[in-house]
């Protein structure tokens, strides 16, 4: 057993405040592995202190010094992404492949996006007799879940960095060792003291003691809808800025003009990525009622191809496991029939769930309505295009989607989704552009240009 001291505050690993202590467990064994410490509210007070004395520094740095010290961290992610990627695959079970490409090698794009953004990024407008200036909100909280341990980190860090602003990170208590190694390489990229410090913790405790610091300016949020709603009332209440990227059941649209095998594969892929423990992952696939059992038996092909253990890890808990069980088993109750998968365990050990596709389903079941954050897919049949768009659009999230079709066709489908991101025809993801929800799915957006204005306040200057 590993154990870990310390929390990263004000540039260097000070002793915790106390002496709990938080096991990390590897989901593909079971076993716990290293500890980590459990923060407390006095970690995060001196943490916020640090953040503060930093700011001004910070915020007063040109932006082409800035965007040098993010082009170093881009260097120390990418110099050490061997040891990110196993520790990932370690601590949230992610396979080696996925963890090395996707784990480790996103944050290296979006932390030297932001590197490249500075160079470009205008900090003052003009409009009529003003000039706009755009200036850093100040110290921010950023709380993380655990699904995308690092890319979380940084798509919140890189930006809030890029505007001139400091900032206190509380990762997932299932992925502290991920958060530790991003703070050393903060730390090897040379940020002055404070503007970026971590600290390990519990949610309820850690967490709600960095959204209700006084000397938090805004917290950044990506997690459950359920917490997300609590933060975002604190954060009203104290009138502080908030943004929230929270929970999805986005919707994959099958137009009648569209490939079917490569639509079917494409959504069936998206939920098996990590394990579905992803919040943009196109859970609910919609086809007319003409092509739909061939749509159905080509998904029960897609998903043979992800035998456990080898192209889909476990899930990150056992909570989590049985609470993707639960689904599946409500599935069933509820009348959608099981094509592939089920609730039966495929390996003795680990968190597994077998990778799962329900057909008939219908949208009022509680499997079209609630996000599982497993490899569960819902296949549901559509009358006409009035009724894929009804159905698409009749949940609570917004958070994503893909249309598949002529293009014309699909764009103006697109078009008409409530959704922050729509994929047409398969379109790949872009580390660029905007990432949020509409409805319940949450409050602004990341990355790229859009991203780092969450960070921003805005000040007119009237000549
Ligand atoms: P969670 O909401 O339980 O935890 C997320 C983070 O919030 C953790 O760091 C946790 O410690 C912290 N937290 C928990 N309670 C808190 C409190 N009372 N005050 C302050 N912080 C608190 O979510 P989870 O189970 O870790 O993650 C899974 C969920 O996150 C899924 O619902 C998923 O859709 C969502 N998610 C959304 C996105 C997105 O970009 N929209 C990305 C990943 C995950």
């Given at each position: 057993m590993k154990v870990?001291?310390?929390?990263?505050?004000?540039?260097?690993?000070?002793?915790?405040?106390?002496?709990?202590?938080?096991?990390?467990?590897?989901?593909?064994?079971?076993?716990?592995?290293?500890?980590?410490?459990?923060?407390?509210?006095?970690?995060?007070?001196?943490?916020?202190?640090?953040?503060?004395?930093?700011?001004?520094?910070?915020?007063?740095?040109?932006?082409?010094?800035?965007?040098?010290?993010l082009a170093a961290l881009r260097d120390a992610l990418a110099a050490r992404q061997d040891e990110i990627a196993a520790t990932v695959t370690a601590e949230l079970g992610a396979?080696?492949?996925?963890?090395?490409?996707?784990?480790?090698?996103?944050?290296?794009?979006?932390?030297?996006?932001?590197?490249?953004?500075?160079?470009?990024?205008?900090?003052?407008?003009?409009?009529?007799?003003?000039?706009?200036?755009?200036?850093?909100?100040g110290v921010v909280g950023a709380i993380t879940p655990w699904n995308y341990p690092l890319h979380q980190i940084v798509a919140k860090v890189a930006p809030a960095l890029a505007a001139g602003c400091a900032v206190v990170v509380k990762p997932a208590e299932e992925t502290p060792l991920t958060a530790r190694l991003f703070a050393e390489c903060v730390h090897e990229a040379?940020?002055?003291?404070?503007?970026?410090?971590?600290?390990?913790?519990?949610?309820?405790?850690?967490?709600?003691?960095?959204?209700?610091?006084?000397?938090?300016?805004?917290?950044?949020?990506?997690?459950?809808?359920?917490?997300?709603?609590?933060i975002g009332a604190a954060a009203?209440?104290?009138?502080?800025?908030?943004?929230?990227?929270?929970?999805?059941?986005?919707?994959?649209?099958?137009?009648p003009g569209a490939d079917l095998a490569k639509a079917v594969a494409g959504s069936v892929a998206s939920v098996m990525s990590n394990s579905g423990q992803r919040c943009n992952a196109l859970t609910r696939v919609l086809v007319g009622a003409d092509r739909y059992e061939e749509a159905v038996a080509l998904a029960a092909?897609?998903?043979?191809?992800?035998?456990?253990?080898?192209?889909?890890?476990?899930?990150?808990?056992?909570?989590?496991?049985?609470?993707?069980?639960?689904?599946?088993?409500?599935?069933i109750a509820e009348g959608a029939r099981i094509v592939a998968g089920g609730p039966r365990p495929p390996l003795e050990r680990g968190f597994y769930v077998a990778p799962t596709v329900f057909a008939?389903?219908?949208?009022?079941?509680?499997?079209?309505?609630?996000?599982?954050?497993?490899?569960?897919?819902?296949?549901?049949?559509y009358e006409d295009e009035e009724d894929a768009l009804r159905i698409a659009n009749g949940?609570?999230?917004?958070?994503a989607g893909a249309v598949w079709g002529e293009p014309e066709a699909a764009v103006a489908f697109a078009r008409r989704m409530e959704a922050g991101q729509v994929d047409v025809n398969g379109g790949r993801f872009n580390p660029?552009?905007?990432?949020?929800?509409?409805?319940?799915?949450?409050?602004?957006r990341e990355l790229g240009a859009h991203g780092l204005a969450e960070y921003l306040h805005t000040k007119s200057l009237q000549f």
């Open positions: 870990h001291d310390g929390m990263y505050i004000d540039g260097a690993w000070r002793p915790a405040a106390g002496t709990g202590t938080i096991a990390v467990v590897n989901p593909a064994t079971e076993e716990p592995f290293a500890t980590v410490p459990a923060g407390e509210p006095a970690d995060i007070d001196a943490a916020v202190r640090a953040a503060r004395a930093a700011f001004p520094g910070w915020a007063a740095t040109p932006p082409a010094e800035r965007a040098a010290r396979p080696p492949k996925l963890a090395h490409a996707v784990h480790a090698g996103l944050p290296v794009t979006v932390a030297g996006s932001y590197a490249d953004l500075l160079g470009t990024y205008a900090f003052e407008e003009k409009v009529g007799n003003s000039t706009v200036l755009l200036e850093p909100v040379g940020f002055p003291a404070g503007v970026v410090n971590v600290v390990t913790g519990l949610g309820h405790v850690t967490g709600q003691a960095l959204v209700e610091h006084d000397g938090v300016d805004m917290i950044s949020f990506t997690g459950s809808t359920a917490v997300g709603r609590r009203g209440g104290a009138v502080k800025r908030v943004a929230l990227e929270l929970g999805g059941k986005s919707a994959s649209v099958i137009l092909e897609a998903a043979a191809k992800y035998p456990a253990g080898d192209r889909i890890g476990p899930l990150v808990s056992a909570a989590q496991r049985d609470r993707v069980v639960a689904y599946i088993e409500k599935g008939d389903v219908t949208p009022g079941m509680t499997i079209a309505q609630e996000e599982i954050f497993g490899p569960v897919v819902a296949f549901l049949r949940t609570e999230y917004g958070l660029l552009a905007p990432f949020g929800g509409y409805k319940q799915s949450g409050v602004g």
